[in-house]
């Protein structure tokens, strides 16, 4: 069993709207960054790599190259995840926490579990996402920008039912 923690923050800039987890959702801004700014999947990415001692997105995934420039950031989670089941390890659980005093999200927040579910080839129970505010208080209270915090466990793929690639990942 090994857990990770990651963590994320992206201001807003630019027109929207704005992407977590791989879901358009409208507002005004878009949040800024070098990939597509999905700061919920960055966490998510920073989580899994971490709790298999594999780094960070910025190692993986370094904003020095151009080759992320604009990436979509559901592919270098399922990148990052296919680094995971070759150590032997898949998904238990997922949790995630969003800190955003606008947009609202809670109409999305189906949606994004769905993909997350979909993209680590997990059953959507295993994800949980919540929304929360900083009750107006620092950057996401002044409207800045979004943080997202996320946990994740993993545990050994006992009977190695995954193959290295996270889209043929079956549901256990």
Not at 96 to 107: D, E, S
């Amino acid at each position: 069993m090994r857990i990770g923690h990651g963590f994320d923050v992206h201001k807003f800039g630019g027109d929207g709207p704005i992407t977590i987890c791989g879901v358009k959702i409208p507002y005004e801004q878009r949040l800024i960054a070098h990939s597509d700014g999905d700061v919920a999947l960055h966490a998510v990415t920073d989580a899994i790599l971490g709790a298999a001692a594999l780094g960070d997105i910025g190692k993986l995934f370094p904003d020095t190259d151009p080759a992320f420039k604009d990436a979509d950031s559901r592919s270098l989670l399922r990148e990052a995840y296919s680094q995971v089941l070759k150590k032997g390890y898949c998904i238990s659980n997922l949790d995630i926490t969003i800190i955003a005093q606008v947009p609202k999200m809670l109409p999305y927040i189906a949606d994004i579990c769905k993909n997350i579910a979909d993209d680590l080839g997990c059953h959507i129970d295993d994800v949980n996402v919540k929304v929360t505010t900083t009750e107006t208080l620092g950057f996401v209270g002044r409207k800045e920008g979004i943080a997202c915090a996320a946990v994740v466990l993993l545990v050994q793929d006992k009977d190695n039912s995954h193959d290295g690639d996270s889209t043929s990942v079956t549901a256990w």
